[in-house]
């Protein structure tokens, strides 16, 4: 039988107070970070089972815990919120969470003598001033595995004062934005002593308007339209008393209860326009609090969101390179997808002298022919595939991509054997990989040191941030979408195939990397061993005069874009 959503709840915050309490022991730091890892887990899953009862916490304060434990269970709850709003992966959320978790974690003394208006020690400036710091070293005695969350804590307390300055400070992370975000948000709405907290409504209208940030005005966005109107817990004013509203159910109706009757709460659904005032209140009625989330007439009952994503992965393994198709066939297959067919107009432009779009789909297959069709296809569905894999960085890994593939399309432009769209499937691929199954390790940075692997070439995977990246898994899933597709089998052996046996075939993506490592990190020379590569390639592919293909390459105005 499942747990109550009350005891559920409870135990949770309880877990969140133990968890920073950890901190005053030393012998227990090894543990606190799996019980982040844990704790982030545990809010992501209720959040998304029962968003009204974590929501309520950003109104429900609870003396029973100290201020500082209110704050982390804030900034948690807004920190789940946020990525629910965006609709990243799980791996994504609970990394964000663990983070708003962390931050706080060797401050609580500090936090509870601001809520108390009492003046900092000079020790206590220190550490406060330290605190991601300490937080960061604390993480790291529990392994290589925290390295991911003390790269958000690095460079936290610049973001957040980036986000309230009024000059615009460009902020290139959205991960550690979010959780600037967050943490400004949780602060200005938990209620302290002097009773100088607000409302989360009035919190996010303030930062709305102070942030120039523009990454930070579309997560509030986000944020208030996922949460609605009205905040779980909140006060209203109906039938002449005041209520607690709860929830608002499928049909609209809002969830109250009163509480004249101090012994049994009455219960109301009502169709109405209330103002609540959402302002945090002390609530230490354990029925308000957890037990009244226990009912049926606040349980949520989650719509299931279309997986774009899953339609169209579904869509790309239906179609066959090797596949000789109707107009009919392909009709049927892409009837439910009519933005492929829009932008597969968009996409044969190239294909004709006039570089005019296609009226339709029959009218693009006859620009394109039936035997380039599947490809062109499966490249446009790709490129969507990519458009609707939600991440901070989607926008950053989506014009990398574009990149690489004008890098390819124009070393094959002089290739008439080979079509460009076969080639650069793999790629797309690759990429989707790496926002799915990488999302937590993805950076801005191009990870090539300027000393160079002697026996393989950098991966590909190293010019989006990851390191490193499971072989096994990559294989598995580009050879799955792409199982007729012979560029696969090649790309994935390029990356693990030792420099003295690597084929043309091979060589081709190599060349394609070397000539990225030469736009996106310039200031590393090319190795004699990469230069005799580069310019055989040039020659195989029908460059002969190099100077030819640099100034094509010029032409592209490619940048290593931050």
């Not at 409504?201 to 339209?225: E, G, H, M, V």
Request: with cysteine; proline share 4%; hydrophobic share 40%.
């Amino acid at each position: 039988m499942d747990e109550a959503v009350s005891t559920t709840l409870e135990q949770l915050l309880n877990n969140t107070q133990l968890f920073l309490s950890y901190y005053n022991n030393k012998q227990k730091w090894t543990a606190l970070y799996p019980m982040a890892s844990k704790l982030a887990e545990q809010y992501r899953v209720l959040y998304s089972e029962q968003p009204f009862a974590l929501q309520a916490r950003l109104t429900l304060y609870n003396p029973n815990y100290s201020y500082a434990t209110n704050l982390v269970v804030s900034q948690s709850v807004i920190t789940a919120a946020l990525c629910k709003s965006q609709h990243y992966n799980n791996a994504l959320s609970e990394l964000y969470i663990a983070a708003s978790l962390i931050e706080h974690l060797c401050v609580g003394a500090q936090l509870n003598k601001l809520c108390e208006q009492t003046p900092f020690q000079d020790s206590d400036k220190n550490i406060w001033k330290m605190r991601h710091q300490l937080a960061a070293k604390v993480m790291l005695s529990s392994g290589d595995s925290a390295k991911p969350v003390t790269q958000l804590l690095a460079k936290l307390s610049k973001y957040k004062q980036a986000l309230v300055s009024a000059p615009k400070i460009m902020l290139y992370d959205g991960g550690i934005t979010l959780i600037a975000l967050a943490n400004i948000i949780s602060m200005n709405i938990t209620s302290n002593t002097a009773n100088k907290h607000m409302s989360l409504f009035k919190a996010l209208t303030d930062l709305y308007i102070r942030t120039p940030n523009l990454f930070a005005l579309q997560l509030i966005k986000s944020l208030i339209a996922h949460l609605g109107p009205l905040l779980p817990g909140s006060r209203v004013f109906y039938a002449e008393q005041t209520m607690i509203y709860l929830a608002t159910d499928a049909q609209q109706r809002h969830v109250l209860i009163s509480t004249e009757n101090a012994s049994k709460l009455a219960w109301y659904r009502v169709k109405a326009t209330l103002n609540d005032s959402p302002k945090q209140w002390h609530c230490t009625d354990k029925k308000i609090s957890f037990k009244v989330f226990n009912s049926e007439h606040v349980k949520f009952k989650s719509t299931i969101d279309v997986d774009k994503a899953h339609s169209l992965l579904e869509l790309i393994s239906n179609i066959k390179l090797e596949h000789e198709y109707s107009y009919k066939g392909l009709s049927r297959l892409l009837a439910a997808h009519p933005h492929v067919i829009a932008n597969l107009c968009e996409a044969v432009k190239p294909y004709n002298k006039e570089h005019q779009a296609a009226r339709d789909l029959k009218h693009s297959l006859s620009m394109v022919g039936y035997y380039n069709a599947p490809a062109i296809i499966q490249r446009v569905v790709f490129e969507e595939l990519v458009n609707v894999t939600p991440h901070p960085l989607q926008v950053y890994v989506a014009n990398r991509l574009n990149g690489f593939v004008k890098i390819m399309a124009l070393l094959m432009s002089k290739n008439n054997h080979d079509q460009f769209e076969h080639i650069t499937l793999p790629l797309y691929a690759y990429a989707h990989f790496l926002l799915t199954q990488c999302s937590t390790q993805l950076s801005r940075k191009t990870l090539i040191d300027d000393t160079p692997n002697k026996t393989l070439s950098a991966p590909i995977c190293s010019f989006f941030g990851v390191n490193s990246i499971n072989s096994e898994q990559l294989t598995q899933q580009l050879t799955h979408l792409l199982s007729d597709n012979p560029w696969t089998a090649a790309l994935l052996e390029a990356e693990q195939t030792p420099k003295k046996h690597l084929t043309d075939s091979h060589k081709v993506w190599i060349t394609l990397k070397i000539v990225a490592q030469n736009v996106f990190k310039p200031e590393i020379s090319l190795t004699p061993w990469q230069q005799q590569t580069l310019n055989e390639q040039l020659k195989i592919l029908n460059w002969h005069n190099p100077a030819d293909f640099y100034q094509n390459l010029e032409s592209l105005e490619l940048f290593d874009s931050i």
